[in-house]
């Protein structure tokens, strides 16, 4: 029976792993989160194939206990963890790096860290965790570990498109693509699999009942820019749409991928 566990599943894009993953009986889908009682959605799926387990991917202490309480179910293995969870600042990410209000740079400071440590250190925290189980992987040829990145963490797509703002937010996931590539250096020879995925522009915020000026300006500006590369690009995708893409990506590649950055096309188009 293949396992998968997804961090950050209450809501989002993991919620939509947990659920198109634990649409086929055949898997056991482990959904981590924050807080059971914030995760209704995902309790609402009604799967009998999937467990709610409670971590913070901050807490090296919840992620063990969550190791631990997989590995009861499973017998000591792990087929594919899905490294999903991550902080998405919305209050300041239309500023540049120089643009935080003068005397206010401890809030810069503030983002930095705050997005290195839930989205590189988490994640590593994660992989650490659950890294014992994937080595003793129940199916071969399915060991894989998958980091949700984003395509604001690729160089070249910064410099077409001019996408100046977020920083401490595409500096957090430039980061832990290189973390992809160390555990990918490291465990080539023992068959585990390790991809940095990008998952697209995806509606995944709850519709906002009166967006305000700033929101859609801020929303338009950086369409705006991202169609100086990407002329075409039509808006968000939708979660469900960007889950089975990604599951299709995840499936097909081997180990000769491995460490590789791409996007939910399989490729370096990020939109
Ligand atoms: N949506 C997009 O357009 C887009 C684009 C590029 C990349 N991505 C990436 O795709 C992934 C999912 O994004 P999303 O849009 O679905 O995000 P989202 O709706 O904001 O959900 C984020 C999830 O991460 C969890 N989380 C945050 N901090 C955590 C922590 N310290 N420990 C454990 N869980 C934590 C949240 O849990 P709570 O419910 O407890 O807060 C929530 O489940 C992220 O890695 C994101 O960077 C998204």
Do not use: C
Request: net charge negative; no cysteine; charged share 20%.
């Amino acid at each position: 029976m293949p396992s998968y566990v997804v961090t950050g599943a209450s809501r989002g894009l993991g919620l939509e792993f947990v659920n198109q993953l634990s649409q086929s009986p055949d898997n056991i889908v482990f959904g981590l989160v924050r807080n059971k009682k914030t995760a209704d959605k995902l309790g609402a799926l009604g799967r009998r194939n999937v467990y709610i387990l409670e971590a913070d991917v901050t807490d090296v202490k919840t992620l063990k206990a969550a190791a631990q309480q997989v590995s009861e179910i499973t017998g000591g293995t792990l087929d594919v963890l899905i490294n999903n969870a991550a902080f998405i600042d919305d209050e300041r990410n239309a500023l540049t790096l120089d643009g935080y209000p003068e005397g206010r740079e401890y809030l810069l400071e503030q983002d930095l860290l705050k997005n290195f440590n839930i989205n590189v250190i988490g994640v590593i925290h994660t992989t650490n965790a659950f890294l014992p189980l994937l080595r003793s992987g129940s199916v071969n040829d399915i060991k894989k570990v998958v980091t949700i990145s984003s395509g604001v963490g690729d160089v070249l797509f910064t410099l077409s498109t001019g996408y100046s703002v977020g920083a401490p937010y595409s500096i957090s996931k430039a980061a832990v693509n290189l973390a992809v590539a160390k555990y990918a250096a490291e465990y080539k020879d023992q068959g585990i699999v390790f991809l940095a995925i990008s998952p697209g522009l995806v509606s995944t915020k709850e519709p906002l009942d009166q967006p305000t000026e700033e929101d859609l300006r801020k929303f338009e500006a950086m369409v705006a820019s991202f169609r100086k590369a990407y002329p075409d690009f039509a808006g968000p995708i939708t979660p469900e749409e960007s889950v089975r893409a990604i599951l299709v990506v995840v499936d097909k590649a081997t180990i000769e991928n491995t460490g590789a950055f791409i996007s939910h096309k399989g490729n370096q188009e990020w939109l």
